[in-house]
């Protein structure tokens, strides 16, 4: 994979061609029986509640310096009466009016990208693609601007920097410590999950960029336990700097205790902890050894998959 050498940190990162998005908070809240009685899938679409549709699709813009593509994963809001009306127009064979959508949620790298509005082109036979693709309608957003006329290398670099070293906010300045946000977060998956019987995933991360997980063992079939929580260490090796990271955790002290297994195509470390501060004293160092992260940058979020 292509590095750059990062203008912040002196240190060689992965520059990526794409990002991808999860289903809306509204989609991933639901249990599994919610979703069986409220989510109906119609072709590529999904309707929700039979009130308005949904459709995951691509927005691909141009660098033209390299003459490669950057492509967001994103998903769009589609109107019931928007998608008949153009249905009808499509049987009578009349395609002069484009159905439109209106982009769910916000992207990391553009600001106000909510409700932004967006052509929608289905796959066709001709056209060589499997992807729902998303073109821009709003003039005065940059987006527009970008995917009209491409962009240069140089802002994908800088779209990196910015993701490995995200700015600081106020919210940051009174963040709390590592030690007391990774205690709340064993609390909340004790209280809200193990005590429930519900399966949870913590991500550990920087900025945007997810290091490792914590996750139920119930999730995994190989770990034995059905009690504590299981450290979850994926390397994604088709990247120099996974097979980096790989390799700093094959030096450490710790590696041995380790099991592996292969997810995805991917060598995954695991190993189950029923004492929580063993948990987060070892999390602490595979942070500093392994991802060369200060501890107290990193942030959880847990979910339930």
């Known amino acids: 994979m292509e590095k750059y050498l990062c203008e912040i940190c002196g240190k060689k990162h992965d520059i990526y061609y794409g990002l991808g998005a999860m289903e809306p908070d509204y989609i991933l809240r639901l249990s599994d029986e919610e979703r069986t009685k409220r989510v109906e899938k119609v072709g590529l679409l999904l309707l929700i509640d039979k009130t308005f549709l949904i459709v995951k699709g691509t927005i691909f813009i141009e660098i033209k310096d390299i003459s490669k593509w950057f492509s967001f994963k994103v998903w769009v809001r589609i109107e019931i009466k928007d998608f008949q009306d153009r249905l009808e127009e499509w049987e009578n064979e009349t395609f002069d ?14 600001d106000k990208t909510k409700n932004l509005n967006v052509k929608i082109l289905f796959p066709t036979k ?4 499997e992807d729902v693709i998303f073109e821009v309608m709003d003039e005065n957003h940059i987006m527009y601007g970008d995917q ?15 993701m490995n070293h995200p700015k600081p906010n106020e919210k940051d300045s009174k963040k709390e ?20 019987q519900k399966i949870f995933i913590i991500d550990v991360a920087e900025g945007s960029m997810l290091l490792f997980q914590i996750v139920s063992p119930t999730i995994l079939d190989s770990v034995k336990t059905e009690k504590g929580f299981v450290i979850y260490l994926p390397f994604d090796t088709s990247g120099e700097e996974a097979k980096e990271e790989l390799e700093r955790f094959k030096k450490t002290t710790y590696f041995e205790v380790f099991e592996l297994d292969v997810f995805d195509g991917m060598p995954t470390y695991y190993l189950a902890f029923e004492d929580e501060k063993k948990l987060i004293k070892l999390c602490a160092k595979i942070i500093k050894d392994v991802y060369q992260v200060e501890v107290e940058k990193v942030e959880f979020d847990i979910m339930e998959p």
């Open 177 to 196: 410590s590592f030690q007391v946000g990774f205690e709340k977060i064993i609390k909340k998956a004790k209280t809200d999950y193990l005590a429930k």
């Open 97 to 110: 009016n484009p159905l439109l959508g209106k982009l769910e949620g916000e992207l990391y790298i553009y």
């Open 148 to 162: 009209k006329n491409g962009i240069s290398k140089e802002k994908i670099i800088g779209w990196m920097q910015d």
């Open 126 to 129: 001709e056209g060589g693609s």
